[in-house]
């Protein structure tokens, strides 16, 4: 049943936070582990229901998985992962999806990949395309390869280069891990830099990478081998802080902190945006881990790239930022937002809309005229629509403005089951 949460306007925000462990690590932390022989143990993990769904389908593939809070002690298969008789359940995770689309594929026998309604909406054309390169059998529904998907992996895949066409860094990912078994060398080639989660756990586990910077992007090669079983800490997640920071700066009396965050320049790109606006924001490194001090800000329009926040996941509280600015801010090349949980693109332009905002679009741009203050936003509601970032931008509106009542909000747990007590806890 759909939960409808009134946010109301908070009058004062303070406070230090931690937010859940990184998404991307988490699920490749489980995956890299049960892929080992022996025992990895793994704290700071996302408490989020995608990240439960890949445990539980690593279990259903023969490894052991004790989850307990945000830790996790993983048992991988001494003689490999095997296939499951069940569907593999993937819920609303498209990371899950299109990673294990990837595993599964070097895994011999038949796979059935299964998701929710807004998962069974998602291109996985994307993925299958490589994988069938490399001698995987993927078939799902219509042109675009929609779940359920059929995968039949093999044990002798063929070492393939491929350029992915659109920056993703879920379809490097597949190709990465079906290369774990393929028959030589597996290279991937991207034209903009996306996180390099999946390569950088991979060399951590003893797997040789090797990864080179080309202009704007990398090329990525990946060479046969099984990850070894260690322990990963995975930090706070960088694209669920967005949300604090946003707060932090559009509410008119905030001083927010979030702590140890991934701060990997792929996905620190929004706070480079949001200084540009003219953010008070302070950040402590370089180093592996950042903690990152959010106030109250006056913000001015900007243009926006996609390639600034590669995989796009911090846009829609970046239009929340725009909806508070000064000016009218641009948003340029965002076609990947369309194929989110949900149709983003859509739904940004909506709020923005709701909050009081002129907006418009052309092609793959869109435009968001700011009410110079989050003190000028309307009261709004909206629905979800299966869409964590989604609830979570309208939550930061709707907590810095005027209130929001926002329908289907329990879909936070998907990745942050502690949204709202967090966001109660700041004032
Ligand atoms: C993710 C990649 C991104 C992002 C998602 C997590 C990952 O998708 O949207 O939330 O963990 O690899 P892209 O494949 O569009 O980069």
Redesign the pocket.
Known sequence: MKRVMNVSRARSLRGTLRVPGD??AS??ALMLSSLASGESRIEGLSPGLDVAATARIMGQLGATCSLESDRAIVVGRSGGLRPSDEPLYCANS??TM??LAGLVSAIAGVHVLDGDESLSQRPMD?VAQPLKMMGSFVTGRGPRVMAPLRIEGSSSLRAIEYHVP????????AVLLAGLGASGPTTVIEDVR??S??EDMLSAANVRIDSVDEGNGRRVTVHPGRPTARHWAVPGDP?QAAFFVVLGLIHPDAVVEVQDLDGSPERTGFMTVLQRMGADLSWSGPGPTLSVVASSSTLTSTEVFADEV????EVPVLVVAAAAARGVSSFHRMG?LR??ESDRFAGALALASSLGCRVWSEGDDFFIEGLGSAEAFAPFSMDAALDHRMVMSGAVAGCAGAGATIEGAETVRTSYPHFFDDLVGLS
């Open positions: 998404k991307s699920h490749r498209g990371t299109r990673l994307r659109m920056s993703s860094a879920q379809v490097k990912s996306t996180r989660t999946t694209s590669p995989s796009v996941d990947e194929l989110k």
